[in-house]
């Protein structure tokens, strides 16, 4: 089974059943572009907010993707060089609807959310010696703060929820994964390449080892 299933725009089912790759049509560019442009007119606080967003529209509104593949494919776009949310954008508008996708998905992101940054910093520029400015900002921080810890752990838990879902094995190890890369970043200052090199390996024959050692009850 690919990483996404593209749905049929016409016959899709409110449980959101995933069919096989031949029979699925592309999803109309119009709504694809309405989606991503409300996505990026929206994508304020950073790079967790957009995330957010993208899981908002895509999964919880539109139900195009699920939120087991959003968390898939956000694995990948970390183990890539460049901008990861664009590498996630552009994964999904391929998916969606091919070559034409990405460029309504990219364009539908980027447009408002550049144009909106030119002109927020702009603005900032002109008023950035007022103490309320600077206040603004002192509180806008930890709300972006906030947001990132929303979003790890809604990331995170379609993981912890289909490892629970396995046996008690399965959810050991993905906590230990997901707290040994941690770890690894913050106290052995680790680079991130070498960090998600080595979860690969450990998750290679971690779930290996399990799927040999199976055991009759589950968790």
């Known amino acids: 089974m690919p990483l996404?299933?593209?749905?049929?725009?016409?016959?899709?089912?409110?449980?959101?059943?995933?069919?096989?790759?031949?029979?699925?049509?592309?999803?109309?560019?119009?709504?694809?572009?309405?989606?991503?442009?409300?996505i990026g007119?929206?994508?304020?606080?950073?790079?967790?907010?957009?995330?957010?967003?993208?899981?908002?529209?895509?999964?919880?509104?539109?139900?195009?993707?699920?939120?087991?593949?959003v968390t898939k494919a956000w694995a990948i776009c970390q183990i890539v060089p460049g901008i990861n949310l664009l590498a996630l954008t552009t994964l999904l508008g391929w998916r969606l609807s091919g070559a034409w996708g990405v460029v309504a998905a990219l364009g539908g992101l980027l447009v408002p959310s550049?144009?909106?940054?030119?002109?927020?910093?702009?603005?900032?520029?002109?008023?950035?010696?007022?103490?309320?400015?600077?206040?603004?900002?002192?509180?806008?921080i930890p709300?972006?703060?906030?947001?990132?810890?929303?979003?790890?752990?809604?990331?995170?838990?379609?993981?912890l929820r289909s490892s629970r879902a396995e046996n008690w094995q399965s959810l050991a190890l993905s906590l230990g994964l997901l707290v040994g890369a941690a770890l690894g970043v913050v106290m052995l200052r680790m680079p991130i390449v070498l960090v998600l090199g080595a979860a690969?390996?450990?998750?290679?024959?971690g779930y290996h080892?399990?799927?040999?050692?199976?055991?009759?009850g589950g968790v």
């Not at 725009?9 to 560019?29: F, G, H, M, V, Y």
């Not at 399990?210 to 009759?216: E, I």
């Open 143 to 159: 709300a972006t703060i906030g947001l990132g810890i929303l979003m790890s752990w809604q990331l995170a838990h379609p993981l």
């Open 114 to 140: 550049v144009t909106l940054t030119i002109v927020a910093t702009a603005i900032y520029r002109s008023m950035q010696h007022l103490n309320v400015i600077q206040a603004a900002l002192r509180g806008i």
């Open 200 to 205: 690969g390996l450990c998750g290679t024959f």
């Open 41 to 69: 007119g929206q994508s304020f606080g950073g790079g967790s907010s957009t995330l957010f967003l993208i899981r908002r529209v895509i999964v919880e509104q539109r139900g195009w993707v699920s939120d087991d593949e």
């Open 4 to 38: 996404f299933s593209r749905q049929r725009w016409e016959t899709r089912s409110k449980a959101n059943t995933r069919q096989d790759d031949t029979a699925l049509q592309p999803l109309p560019l119009l709504p694809l572009l309405l989606a991503w442009l409300s």
């Open 209 to 216: 080892w399990l799927s040999r050692n199976k055991p009759t």
